[in-house]
């Protein structure tokens, strides 16, 4: 399958149309990107990194009855994928605090939570992905509600899948985000599932092993992408 047209380029990949006029090609980049596009920088292979990360985890969710826009990996830096319209909404899945929820609730980071969180933001790059709710959702029109919660029941269940996963590989998955699309009528989970929009901890040492290495200028960037490639294909 080969590239053909652009149609999207975005701060990390780039679409590409295919003879098929249902399928797309996925392009991973190296350029990385935080707090909303106010840094920026390259992190040395990380767009082959995570495709193969990404490739990985959604055959081992479409395994298990989750299904994505996953088709193949053609090559290290491309990703087939099936064309979805997009749900313009990422469902964001907390484990344990981090990030932008131990600001905002004043909590340490690492402290664990009593059950896991959802938390629900629009997709729009000028807005800064703000965060929403379902009565957003509902009086923007960005989703059906029937469409809304299968996300959230799919979110959950991809939780419970790769918490497993990654524990078994010993990393700790804090959070994460997902973006979900419509293909034929059907809800399917796409974009990517990388350490660029997951929180990785080790879980002995609690060690970052994603995309905050950057954010919070831990060094050791491309080390750590390469050690969860490494886990992930155990």
């Known amino acids: 399958m080969k590239r053909l ?14 003879e098929d006029p249902n ?13 909303d596009g106010k840094k920026k920088g ?27 826009h996953f088709v193949d990996m053609p090559s290290d830096r491309e990703m087939l994928v099936k064309k979805l319209r997009i749900i313009p909404i990422e469902v964001v899945v907390r484990n344990v605090v981090a990030g932008s929820l131990s600001k905002r609730m004043g909590v340490e980071e690492g402290a664990p939570l009593k059950e896991t969180i959802i938390e629900l933001y629009y997709k729009s790059d000028p807005l800064g992905d703000p965060m929403i709710n379902e009565y957003h959702v509902k009086a923007f029109g960005l989703a059906e ?19 497993e996963f990654f524990d078994e590989r010993g990393i700790m998955l804090v959070d ?13 989970l796409g974009d ?20 905050d290495r950057f954010r919070r200028d831990l060094g050791k960037v491309e ?5 969860v490639l490494r886990k992930v294909l155990e």
């Open 5 to 18: 047209e652009k149609i999207y380029e975005g701060k990390a990949k780039i679409l590409y149309t295919t």
């Open 23 to 35: 399928l797309l090609i996925q392009y991973f980049k190296d350029e990385a990107t935080a707090f």
């Open 42 to 68: 390259i992190i040395q292979d990380k767009g082959a990194l995570n495709n193969k990360i990404s490739s990985r985890i959604f055959r081992y969710l479409e395994d298990r009855s989750v299904k994505t």
């Open 145 to 163: 509600a029937d469409e809304l919660r299968k996300m959230e029941v799919s979110a959950l269940k991809v939780n419970r899948f790769l918490s």
């Open 176 to 188: 994460f985000k997902l973006e979900f699309g419509v293909h034929k009528g059907e809800i399917l």
């Open 192 to 211: 990517e599932i990388t350490p660029d929009g997951c929180r990785l901890w080790d879980k002995e040492t609690r060690e970052k092993m994603d995309k």
């Open 223 to 227: 080390e750590a992408y390469q050690e």
